[in-house]
């Protein structure tokens, strides 16, 4: 039975397993440049991860994951192929959860490629989920319950809002910090701007300055202040945002009424095959709203994912993510179904994540880990 | 006495903390005895014969509480909070002192217009990263209760610089794009060009007498360190 299993041996039998499937078995290595953590992630993420610095005085960690440095190992050796099926097992290490272990395990694969011209037939999210429910049964794990979400869909959902570009950007920017994404939502329910984006009360407030002003006469007046501009910020910059930050004003009704919408977008929780009614008849009630392209781009996802995956029983999340930011696309856990906290694996889309690493092509990148504490 | 009786409490051995805390206990008609050849890092009080006080820097109390190796220390929640790891287990807040008090704050440079908030922040810190693949960076002594903010703040695309010295040059000499600095006026700040931003108080910090939770303790410490704690408040 898999419940007996050890570590060392799912490991084995995933690599086995993935090795027959068609992937190169690679050894990510175990310390790496903390930098490109913080880059994907951010600072916070420092509180997750074992770091100490090398006698070069170079921030190393102990990896705190596995898809980082199976992308960076693919990078370096990319100038010979463009496209690789990679898989590894392994430890990571993990601070922050204290009821968990620091040391976790885990086996994956990535299908990486550069040069790749995406096509919107969604047969690379139905191979890769396809082949996580093998991956189980593999271990003879079959009670499990699968959810799905796609960040795509959900941008595409808030470009068709009426809300400054610059708001549509950071809500999307923070989908997956969930507490942060609902102070946001707040802030808009508020209104955005008032008396203290108004240009004419920032430069009163600041600069004591009661009259309108030209931007010539106000780049003067900030020259004066300083005359060295600061970091990569010249004071056209300064400038240009202070003058769209003026215009990006919403008064609180309307932005009850944004929130309203998308509250109501992110509550949409069903069964695969029923998401193109419900987005349907969520455009029907919110028909103000244009959200032809988020029907079309749902009702495509929806018929693609179903086809390929069969019979299996799939519940989509319009608010499914993980808290990983580099997710882009696809993005599905596999949950047991005796127990729903317990995730037996996680993996999706995260196309820009080779770009942010060095990649100047377009990618393509896709995979999942099996969380084998779990198993 | 048995030195388990003694109860050890440390002072800030100098600076600022030191002579508000002279004046304090001055004003409460309580000295220090100093003791033999310690050259002034061991002193009695006046009024208690069961307290030893240790001379330290502000920053080495945080550590000694930490370790259990005082019972009581006066020192600031700035430096509780940032070099003491989940300090709420290891020391509890006995006394609010009234001196000490300064504020951890985030400051830009005055020119920046448009950005008066921590969302702003978010905002040019995304699009300098996105146009420069380079982070906002942050100078600032206080890493963790800087990271711990912005992150609470949803900023990420920034990067701490350590500093030691005088963190509000940082942006002057091209060392940082904003800081994130104690301030106890504010007239500094304002006197380098640098302004607070709206939403950007970390922390409102004073000096405390701070009771450490990880030293050994027992009735009778209880009771001298009750006594003292009287005596100063």
């Known amino acids: ?375 | 006495m048995n030195n388990k009786s003694i109860l050890k409490i440390a002072f800030p051995s100098k600076g600022r903390l030191r002579k508000d805390l002279e004046k304090l206990l001055s004003y409460k008609k309580i000295n220090f005895i100093e003791e033999g050849n310690n050259r002034n890092y061991i002193a009695k009080l006046s009024n208690n014969d069961d307290i030893l006080i240790y001379f330290m820097g502000a920053k080495e109390i945080v550590t000694q509480l930490d370790e259990g190796n005082i019972h009581l220390g006066v020192t600031g929640d700035d430096l509780i909070q940032e070099y003491m790891f989940d300090y709420k287990t290891k020391v509890s807040n006995e006394l609010i002192l009234d001196f000490g008090k300064a504020d951890l704050v985030v400051a830009v440079p005055k020119i920046w217009l448009d950005v008066t908030t921590m969302a702003d922040l978010d905002e040019i810190s995304h699009i300098k990263r996105m146009s420069t693949t380079k982070r906002l960076k942050v100078a600032t002594k206080y890493t963790n209760l800087t990271n711990r903010f912005f992150s609470k703040c949803g900023v990420t695309d920034y990067r701490t610089v350590g500093s030691s010295g005088s963190t509000e040059s940082a942006p002057f000499n091209g060392m940082s794009d904003i800081i994130v600095d104690i301030s106890s006026t504010g007239e500094t700040l304002k006197a380098n060009n640098l302004r607070i931003l709206d939403d950007g108080l970390i922390l409102n910090s004073s000096a405390n007498i701070f009771k450490s939770l990880t030293a050994n303790w027992n009735t009778n410490l209880e009771k001298i360190s009750e006594q003292f704690l009287n005596s100063v408040s």
């Open chain 1, 1 to 375: 039975m898999s419940r007996n299993l050890s570590i060392q041996e799912l490991n084995n039998r995933f690599k086995e397993f993935f090795l027959l499937e068609g992937f190169n078995y690679i050894e990510p290595p175990l310390v790496v440049n903390s930098d490109i953590y913080f880059e994907t992630s951010g600072e916070q993420i420092r509180k997750d991860m074992f770091s100490v610095s090398s006698a070069q005085g170079t921030e190393m960690c102990l990896r705190p994951d596995l898809t980082i440095p199976t992308c960076q190992t693919f990078l370096k050796d990319n100038q010979h192929f463009d496209q690789a099926k990679l898989c590894y097992s392994g430890p990571i290490f993990r601070s922050g959860d204290v009821n968990n272990s620091i040391e976790l395990n885990q086996s994956g694969i990535e299908i990486l490629s550069t040069n790749m011209i995406k096509e919107d037939n969604y047969q690379e999210e139905v191979d890769i989920i396809n082949l996580a429910i093998k991956t189980l049964n593999n271990i003879n794990k079959v009670n499990f319950d699968i959810n799905l979400g796609d960040i795509s869909i959900f941008i595409e959902f808030l470009d068709c809002l009426d809300l400054p570009q610059r708001w549509k950007d950071r809500l999307k920017r923070h989908f997956f910090r969930r507490d942060y994404f609902e102070s946001l939502l707040k802030r808009i329910e508020l209104g955005i701007g008032f008396n203290e984006t108004r240009k004419e009360d920032v430069l009163k407030k600041h600069l004591g300055i009661k009259v309108d002003i030209s931007d010539s006469d106000l780049k003067e007046r900030l020259m004066n202040i300083n005359a060295i501009e600061f970091g990569e910020r010249s004071i056209e910059d300064i400038i240009n945002r202070l003058n769209v930050k003026s215009e990006n004003i919403i008064s609180s009704e309307k932005g009850v009424e944004i929130v309203r919408v998308i509250r109501s977008f992110l509550n949409i929780n069903c069964e695969l095959e029923q998401l193109p009614n419900l987005i349907s008849n969520f455009a029907k009630e919110e028909d103000e709203h244009q959200f032809d392209n988020v029907i079309q781009m749902a009702s495509n996802f929806s018929k693609k994912i179903k086809l390929g995956i069969g019979n299996t029983d799939i519940n989509f999340k319009t608010d499914f993510g993980h808290s990983i930011e580099y997710y882009d696309g696809i993005m599905f856990e596999i949950e047991d179904r005796d127990n729903q906290s317990n995730k037996l694996l996680v993996g999706g889309r995260y196309d820009s994540l080779l770009n942010n690493l060095g990649l100047d092509n377009r990618a393509s990148a896709i995979g999942f880990a099996v969380n084998n504490n779990n198993i």
